[in-house]
């Protein structure tokens, strides 16, 4: 939550003809937030005073598509974590090799909670897009003490509700967090000779049975035909390579960039 004099310091700087980009990093404030607020934006004091999830739903104000999203990066990527006063750290990796991620991750995180800063926490290799509530554990009840593959992961009834409603979004998050699409290629030899074939493919790799049956079942849900391997790791590697099946995950998720 911002008050009146934060969010008048990040207009005046705007005001003197900082990016949005370049006022976000000055403060610390999400762009989402400051391009909210230069278009005339005002927090609700309902949204503000209130749990985003009450009676079993999310609420209304949220995007769900953005939620969709949101949760398929937390379960590949992300975690919950306790801090002070009972307000909880959500944070999630991104590797810096794509950077269009770190971005997409931090629009939807401002997204979901717009009166929370966002910020970026860099490490070697990658940056976590980081970002404080006391309403995080209400967001994603899957979260637990440990690694995800050694707990129970399910989804509650309205946040199935809402994968229902934006598979394609949630799908996206989990391909975006431990999942990639890469080209193949094989050789067959036509008239006696040797000629290559390279053709796409996507991958999803988690250790979690749970989250594996999540992704799954969301690919069975939108038509995409899969394969199934297990790794000497322990981990689970789903396959995506028919062509027709493809061709529908590029319309809806593509490479990461």
Request: include cysteine.
């Amino acid at each position: 939550m911002y008050d009146t004099a934060t969010r008048q310091r990040a207009l005046d700087l705007h005001a003197t003809g900082l990016t949005f980009s370049q006022v976000s990093r000055t403060t610390g404030i999400s762009r989402s937030a400051i391009r909210a607020w230069a278009s005339g934006a005002v927090p609700s004091p309902r949204m503000t005073a209130e749990c985003p999830v009450r009676g079993g739903r999310l609420d209304p104000s949220r995007p769900r598509a953005d939620y969709a999203y949101l949760l398929g990066l937390y379960l590949g990527d992300g975690c919950v974590s306790e801090g002070r006063r009972k307000v909880y750290a959500l944070r999630i990796a991104c590797c810096d090799a794509w950077p269009g991620l770190i971005d997409e991750c931090q629009r939807a995180v401002s997204a979901v909670m717009p009166l929370n800063g966002v910020q970026r926490v860099r490490a070697p290799g990658c940056t976590s897009v980081v970002s404080t509530s006391k309403h995080w554990p209400c967001l994603f009840p899957q979260h637990g003490p440990g690694p995800k593959h050694r707990r129970s992961i399910s989804l509650a009834p309205w946040q199935q509700e809402i994968v229902d409603a934006h598979p394609w979004e949630f799908l996206r998050g989990l391909i975006h967090s431990d999942g990639c699409r890469i080209t193949n290629w094989t050789t067959r030899t036509v008239g006696g000779v040797k000629k290559r074939y390279e053709y796409p493919r996507y991958f999803f790799t988690n250790t979690s049975t749970d989250i594996i049956g999540l992704f799954t079942a969301t690919l069975d849900a939108v038509g995409v035909q899969w394969k199934a391997a297990a790794r000497p790791t322990g981990a689970t590697n789903i396959s995506v390579a028919r062509k027709d099946s493809v061709a529908l995950m590029d319309a809806h998720i593509g490479p990461k960039y």
